[in-house]
């Protein structure tokens, strides 16, 4: 069964500095993508950047980024230039896509507070 | 504009009570979701959906049923409703082809009394 792991419950972070998250996944799937979603206090879930794991290159959007580490099957989240509406929780989550369900394992979450 | 949708977003109700929460989406995908977030913000997979007549339980026991009768409405239900039922209900829906990405609705928070 896949897992996937925060171990951050709580961080905070500096307005316009730069933040990283961490999160671990258990595996032995090799089809799989990976994934950090964002969701503000009482505010709709959104995704922030996905990685397929057949690729080597790290995915970037804007100012975040990750650091995938697939031997140490590790997908860490880099948010730079930090902003307020950046304050939100963050969930890592895995999909399996070899099989028909696609369903999204998800880690326990990163409250992110940036401060002013 | 496509999107997806949950009502009510909120939601308090006495013990014993029949409810159903409702999830459409505009879309056009094929696989939908159910998820309970708890208390402490863990999300847990109760139903999904491959298509039209095509239900699953999920990781996490449910009381709850789900119904698929047109594939853009995946409406829950709770039969009798009890203070263990209080949460947040998140719907999702994602496409067949790659890379699979979920959108969420705004989410259903369930008091129970």
């Known amino acids: 069964a896949q897992t996937v792991t925060q171990s951050q419950p709580e961080m905070s972070v500096q307005e316009a500095e730069t933040v990283t998250l961490s999160c671990t996944y258990d595996?032995?799937?090799?089809?799989?993508?990976l994934f950090w979603y964002k969701q503000p206090p009482s505010r709709q879930m959104i995704l922030v950047i996905r990685?397929?794991?057949?690729?080597?290159q790290n995915a970037t959007e804007n100012r975040f980024s990750v650091n995938f580490q697939k031997a140490a099957k590790s997908f860490s989240l880099k948010i730079s230039d930090s902003q307020l509406g950046d304050t939100a929780m963050y969930f890592c989550?895995?999909?399996?896509?070899?099989?028909?369900?696609?369903?999204?394992?998800f880690g326990t979450g990163t409250l992110l507070a940036v401060q002013p | 504009e496509a999107d997806i949708y949950q009502t009510p977003r909120y939601l308090v109700i006495g013990t014993g009570k029949k409810i159903t929460l409702e999830c459409s989406q505009t879309?056009?995908?094929?696989?939908m979701y159910w998820y309970q977030q708890d208390p402490g913000m863990e999300l847990h997979l109760i139903h999904y959906?491959?298509?039209?007549?095509?239900?699953e339980k999920g990781d996490l026991s449910s009381e709850s049923t789900v119904s698929r009768i047109r594939t853009e409405h995946f409406p829950l239900t709770l039969e009798s409703a009890r203070p263990s039922h209080t949460s947040q209900y998140l719907c999702?829906?994602?496409?067949?082809?790659?890379?699979?990405?979920?959108?969420f609705g705004p989410g259903t928070r369930l008091t129970v009394t």
């Open positions: 989550a895995f999909m399996n896509y070899g099989g028909a369900t696609n369903k999204l394992i």
């Open positions: 999702a829906s994602s496409g067949a082809l790659p890379p699979y990405e979920q959108y």
């Open positions: 959906s491959y298509g039209v007549n095509s239900t």
């Open positions: 595996t032995s799937e090799s089809n799989y993508y």
């Open positions: 879309m056009g995908h094929d696989k």
């Open positions: 990685q397929e794991a057949y690729k080597q």
